[in-house]
């Protein structure tokens, strides 16, 4: 591979990671139905041709945002990956809530990306759905773990709580609403895990 296609290769890479901290800057700032493309491309700085070489539909980056949001380890359910926690507190550490400083509570970004493409057959709404999907076959691994009988509906039980802490904390800007639903949550895995596996 010569010099030249060296350089440009690394521009383009350079590019595409600066188009996505502009997507993931603006959409958290103002929302995503509210960004323009030419936003998008002044804040990066890019050309308009670049942007559209790399993604070129809107939907397309907005799934390169949500997806770059689940790589970096920047959604609520990454914590359930941490290998230096019990089954059980990954599972109620999914309900704390990150208070983010002087800035919004942001919420789920996939419940923000569904709200904003309603229709279930665009790809933002497909993506969205199916990182819910993957949080939920997560959760019955964790509860799995646990010894649960029927870990069915203590998974949608947790799922519902989960989404629902991030929404309400959004909503009201309040990082203590996990708190309520860490709470619930104990509640119920008390009830659901046999007393020798506590």
Do not use: W
């Not at 383009?12 to 800057?25: K, P, S, V």
């Not at 995503?32 to 939907?59: C, N």
């Not at 550490?93 to 419940?111: K, M, N, T, W």
Request: proline share 6%; charged share 25%.
């Amino acid at each position: 591979m010569g010099e030249q296609q060296t350089v440009q290769r690394r521009r383009g890479r350079g590019g595409r990671e600066r188009i996505i901290a502009a997507a993931t800057a603006l959409f958290e700032s103002q929302g995503i139905i509210a960004t323009g493309m030419e936003q998008v491309a002044a804040a990066a700085p890019v050309s308009k041709r670049t942007l559209y070489a790399h993604f070129p539909t809107k939907d397309e980056l907005v799934v390169g945002y949500l997806r770059h949001l689940v790589e970096s380890g920047r959604t609520m359910e990454s914590v359930l990956e941490r290998e230096d926690l019990a089954p059980r507190e990954r599972l109620l550490a999914l309900f704390a809530v990150p208070d983010e400083g002087d800035g919004p509570i942001r919420g789920c970004p996939f419940i923000d990306a569904a709200a904003e493409f309603p229709d279930p057959q665009s790809p933002v709404h497909r993506y969205a759905a199916e990182q819910k999907r993957r949080l939920a076959d997560r959760l019955a691994e964790l509860v799995g773990a646990l010894g649960v009988a029927e870990p069915e509906v203590l998974v949608e039980q947790l799922a519902i709580l989960a989404d629902g802490a991030a929404s309400r904390s959004m909503v009201l800007n309040d990082a203590g609403c996990g708190r309520y639903a860490r709470a619930a949550a104990e509640s119920l895995l008390d009830a659901a895990i046999p007393t020798a596996a506590r």
